[in-house]
């Protein structure tokens, strides 16, 4: 890499793989019941480690820093990194997600952690349902403002996916 390639990372939102953990006991419906209890209860203990820990700035800024020495030990330049795909993804009707407070928070802190040492960033996606993207996931698709502003672009007019379109001519 120290040839001028580039190097991609992924960035997922905290609490991601306890959910995974939850979604791999729904698909397993012939657990017997006291498996499936202790299994809750190992997931609950990991989600209350997790939560007692207070993954917040310094957890974000450590994980950056990890990044940074496995850059500095391969003789790769920062800014030679892209990091593709980080978001969080807000609750919606049909799922739960994280409250807009915490969103703005974790997404403005690894994005502002990526700038600060020069490594570039994309977003989750444009548009989605699942509420992970810049558009709000109902059938307006607006821009999230949450998102909108988390990635230093608040001054973006705010308009429908559907004013978005091409006309047709």
């Known amino acids: 890499m120290a040839d001028g390639g580039s190097v991609a990372a992924h960035c997922a939102q905290p609490g991601t793989k306890h959910r995974t953990e939850y979604g791999k006991l729904e698909a397993q419906p012939k657990l017997s019941p006291s498996a499936r209890l202790a299994a809750e209860s190992e997931i609950r203990n990991q989600l209350q480690k997790y939560y007692a820990e207070d993954k917040g700035q310094q957890t974000i800024e450590a994980a950056f820093a990890t990044l940074l020495g496995w850059c500095r030990t ?6 030679q990194l892209f990091m593709g795909e ?11 997600g994280a409250v807009e407070a915490d969103r703005l928070r974790w997404l403005s802190a690894v994005r502002q952690q990526a700038e600060k040492h020069g490594i570039g960033w994309a977003y989750w996606e444009y548009s989605n349902i699942h509420g992970m993207s810049l558009t709000t996931p109902g059938a307006r698709r607006e821009f999230d403002p949450v998102a909108l502003q988390a990635l230093g672009l608040n001054e973006v007019k705010h308009t429908t996916h559907d004013q978005m379109q091409p006309s047709a001519q």
């Open 74 to 79: 391969n003789g790769i330049r920062p800014e």
């Open 86 to 96: 980080f978001g969080a993804m807000a609750a919606t009707s049909f799922r739960g």
